[in-house]
């Protein structure tokens, strides 16, 4: 059997055994004791409502299936007009069969947890000096840019400037419809391959950046004790260390049982900054959690942050060449300066097919 075949037959199963389940939650949902319990009556009704659109889905696969296998029959004992209707009607039931089985695929992937949040993006300067922070602030113009052709409402939460106008590291909230699936894929050490500014001999150094994706946390999904947090205060600094404000509203947040550290400077307040850094704490040990729970352990964030290192990376922007190659997927487009304008989409889309195949098949 091959793969496609194989596929189809572990999709067809996995939709007789959820019709069967879709009749029973009727079942249930009519059955008066279970009314009488509102907390499982509602549990009913949410899973009655997440089946119904499968089902109905599945009954006319099943019928436009047996459509064009009744067509086929058909063809062989016919002539003239009549062979031509039939051959017409194959075609339409082929063509429903394939996009009704398309939908449906894309039904029955396991949902991420994180569908439908807004997201907190996180890039640092890694390795290259200098060159490795202008490469960051290119980084974050380029999904500046994609996030206004995508509609999405972008909010710097903190930003800190290196000596020539780089970003030692900045973090930033996005908001808007489908920002998870399509920004959690960015997460990862990138590399550049230019002359940098820095450069005389006008030769190409490679240098990298980290992008960190998290899903934005609400204040309900993490309980944080207060006793579990360390928090100075300091003097916002800009380029080269030097204070750019005479009070201290520069906060730093470390929550002790985790160690993990959020600092914020870039509001004017110590109370804006504290809240921005208690919205990215959160969101970080969210993100802990789901890895535990998950029993990664972390590794998705390891993953996405690595060393910073130059053979480490999940895209190269190579800018003699005109070329970006995301090694993920192993695609090479030539248009880098559009991607650096914006045009994330030939990455993006490739990246979310890759993903929703290899779902499809069970890998994660």
């Not at 729970?293 to 003699?320: H, M, P, W």
């Amino acid at each position: 059997m091959d793969v496609d075949r194989l596929r189809e037959a572990v999709m067809l199963q996995r939709l007789s055994g959820l019709e069967h389940e879709f009749a029973d939650v009727e079942a249930r949902l009519a059955d008066p004791g279970v009314f009488a319990d509102q907390d499982k009556y509602r549990e009913l009704a949410r899973r009655h409502k997440e089946l119904e659109g499968i089902v109905t889905l599945s009954r006319e696969l099943r019928q436009r299936t047996e459509d064009a296998a009744t067509a086929r029959e058909m063809f062989s004992e016919l002539s003239g007009d009549d062979r031509e209707m039939i051959r017409q009607e194959i075609a339409e039931s082929d063509a429903d069969v394939q996009r009704l089985t398309a939908e449906l695929e894309i039904l029955l992937i396991p949902k991420d947890p994180n569908e439908g949040r807004n997201v907190i993006v996180e890039i640092r300067g890694a390795e290259g000096g200098e060159e490795a922070n202008l490469f960051a602030r290119d980084l974050f113009g380029m999904y500046q840019a994609y996030a206004q052709r995508q509609g999405w409402k972008l909010e710097v939460l903190n930003a800190d400037v290196s000596d020539m106008g780089g970003y030692n590291e900045i973090t930033f909230l996005l908001a808007g419809d489908s920002v998870w699936t399509r920004m959690k894929h960015e997460g990862g050490p990138q590399r550049v391959q230019r002359v940098p500014v820095t450069e005389s001999q006008g030769r190409i150094h490679t240098s990298s950046a980290t992008v960190t994706v998290l899903p934005e946390a609400a204040e309900v999904e993490v309980d944080i004790d207060p006793n579990d947090l360390q928090v100075d205060v300091y003097r916002s600094s800009g380029p080269g260390g030097q204070s750019v404000n005479t009070t201290d509203s520069a906060v730093r947040i470390t929550h002790k049982p985790s160690g993990v550290t959020v600092s914020m400077q870039d509001q004017k307040s110590q109370i804006q900054n504290r809240a921005k850094a208690m919205q990215v704490l959160r969101s970080r040990l969210l993100k802990l959690e789901q890895d535990k729970q998950a029993s990664e352990l972390s590794e998705a964030r390891r993953d996405q942050v690595g060393g910073g290192g130059r053979s480490e990376k999940i895209r190269t922007y190579n800018f003699k060449e005109n070329r970006v190659s995301d090694h993920r997927i192993g695609l090479t487009i030539y248009k880098l300066d559009k991607v650096l304008a914006g045009e994330l989409d030939d990455v993006s889309d490739a990246l979310v097919h890759d993903e929703q195949a290899r779902r499809l098949t069970g890998e994660p």
